[in-house]
């Protein structure tokens, strides 16, 4: 009995910790778990028997692999679809493709992909956009297992408790029902959303960016309008140069053709949306093979000053190849080869492997900063990097090779194949959510042996004053979401699941449809910001109000909850 009332005392701390904020989830989960140690709950094998639980693993994995994925041309291309459409058009095209790529990839990867995409179109405004981004990933999360970490967290707790794993498809069904009218919903709903780009001032952070028009581009024979390079957020045509002969401004009717150089002035970011014409070689691009990218800082003394980038061979001197350069607010003029050097100029990089050692680099440069943002890989590597990603689900599924094997193979051939560095995968390895979910596996464990859960559990049955088992299932969904929304969905999760087999255990009924109640109503995250990761990078995105998530979330809750109190009883049986 005392250790039930001291495990309360340990999951009461925990949710209040959470719900306030004094650390991050991650270091209260290991807080509560090593307090469940350090009195005597649990031993320290079965403490560390949780972090190599099958489904973390495998979640391990697929975060890993996305680093390569996100390098692809596959997410770029979506920005097609932000074009000149109306916003109910515009938003269904985004939304349908948003949830179909959450639905086998990291929903946060994909936001985060997609954010800038929707920040610099030119036709509809962000804000009238992100918050429905983020709501269409969490939708597309509950197509498929591996369509968000909660999934695989929910089932890595599953074969703990000696049950049958989830099915990859096995509630693809509700989710596709959520899928199809949370969007025409959001269609709806997205006039709602203010209009928050009116009196921001985008950052003037003027780099000079080169390409020229290769010879068998689909830009030739169309005007600059019509081949949308004018006017794109962040980045401007300041000058076209053919035959010699340089021509600026550049008429928005000019016929673009084959050997055409063009330069264009913008910020860091804009450095992407070069990836999205084809036949748009841009200065650098030999170097480029899905690497970060860098930004260095020419130092006073530096040995570059007075001279161009042509002229002291720079790619074979440093193993790096010059994207752009940026000389403080001054709006930079001429071929990038050509631009004479200054201290204080800044460089934008795509770096060699001999980069980093180099012994030049600390004596030329002030300062050298890694940046978020990466090239894409080019093409052999694109389509291996797909390939690979759905050869390996398709064996999965087909039961020829299992996922985590096949995800191990895959990532070797990754690194072999320079998709992705081993210091990407180590600065990626997604440590905080291994903490979270081994921890919250013996705390699950813990509240399931000791009969805390099951007290919760009767606890939940009083309030709904023994109305049956399908009461008790909509109680179950109802505290995941209210869980959802006060802390995270990984933590609600964690809390819920113990409670959820409990209540099925106690009415004698199959725990599937207990199990989906946690599994939907943790990716119930529409009324806060703070529930859900992609719905804070969005928050602060697209410059959001509280007020702006109830608005659009509460509806989506409604008819969210609605549909999966109806259909999960329906196809999975008490």
């Not at 962000?126 to 999934?151: E, F, H, M, R, V």
Request: charged content about 10%.
């Amino acid at each position: 009995m005392a250790d039930i009332w001291l495990l309360a005392v340990i999951v009461v701390s925990l949710v209040f910790g959470l719900m306030a904020g004094v650390a991050s989830p991650a270091t209260l989960f290991l807080i509560a778990a090593i307090a469940t140690y350090l009195l005597d709950m649990v031993t320290i094998e079965a403490a560390l028997a949780s972090f190599t639980n099958a489904s973390l693993v495998t979640l391990i994995l697929l975060i890993l692999t996305t680093a390569a994925l996100e390098k692809t041309s596959l997410l770029g291309r979506l920005s097609q679809v932000i074009g000149s459409d109306s916003l109910p058009v515009t938003m269904a095209k985004l939304g349908f493709s948003t949830a179909i790529l959450s639905s086998f990839t990291n929903n946060t990867a994909v936001v985060g992909s997609l954010i800038s995409v929707v920040r610099r179109n030119q036709t509809h405004a962000p804000s009238k956009l992100l918050l429905p981004l983020s709501y269409a990933a969490i939708l597309g999360g509950t197509l498929t297992l591996i369509g968000t970490s909660t999934n695989l967290i929910v089932n890595s707790f599953v074969e703990n408790a000696g049950l049958t794993p989830l099915g990859f498809f096995e509630f693809t069904q509700v989710g596709l029902v959520i899928v199809v009218a949370g969007i025409a919903l959001l269609v709806v709903l997205a006039r709602l959303l203010p209009d928050t780009t009116e009196g921001q001032q985008d950052e003037n952070l003027p780099y000079l960016l080169e390409a020229k028009v290769a010879n068998h581009s689909s830009l030739i024979g169309s005007s600059v309008q019509t081949n949308k390079l004018r006017a794109l957020k962040k980045l401007y045509l300041v000058e076209l140069e053919r035959s010699g002969i340089r021509i600026c401004p550049v008429p928005p009717q000019m016929i673009l053709q084959g050997g055409d150089t063009l330069r264009f002035s913008g910020a860091v970011e804009s450095v992407e949306l070069l990836h999205q014409f084809n036949g748009l070689e841009w200065f650098g691009k030999q170097q480029a093979k899905g690497q970060n990218l860098v930004e260095a800082v020419l130092a006073p003394s530096s040995s570059l000053a007075g001279s161009s980038i042509k002229g002291v061979r720079f790619r074979e001197r440093y193993d790096a190849a010059v994207m752009a350069v940026r000389r403080g607010q001054l709006q930079l003029k001429g071929g990038l080869g050509d631009i004479v050097l200054q201290a204080g100029d800044v460089l934008l990089l795509t770096p060699g492997d001999g980069f980093s050692g180099l012994q030049d680099r600390n004596r030329d440069f002030a300062a050298v900063n890694g940046l978020e943002h990466n090239v894409r890989l080019d093409e052999p590597r694109s389509h291996w990097v797909l390939f690979g990603f759905v050869a390996t689900i398709a064996a999965s599924l087909m039961q020829w090779l299992p996922l985590t094997k096949g995800l191990v193979l895959l990532l070797i051939s990754y690194v072999a194949f320079g998709a992705v560095s081993i210091n990407e995968l180590r600065r990626r390895f997604p440590i905080e959510l291994v903490i979270i979910v081994g921890s919250a596996l013996n705390l699950a464990a813990l509240m399931l042996n000791t009969g805390l859960a099951d007290n919760v559990a009767n606890g939940l049955l009083d309030l709904f004053g023994g109305m049956g088992v399908y009461a008790a299932f909509i109680g179950v969904y109802l505290l995941t979401l209210l869980l959802t929304e006060m802390i995270t969905n990984n933590a609600a999760a964690a809390l819920a699941f113990p409670i959820a087999y409990a209540m099925a255990l106690h009415f004698g009924v199959d725990t599937r449809p207990f199990i989906l109640a946690v599994i939907f109503g943790a990716s119930a995250s529409f009324i806060s910001p703070y529930g859900y990761q992609t719905n804070l990078m969005v928050f602060n995105a697209g410059h959001y109000q509280f007020s702006d998530f109830v608005r659009v979330g509460l509806p989506l809750s409604i008819l969210y909850s609605g549909i999966v109190v109806l259909m999960v009883p329906a196809l999975f049986p008490f």
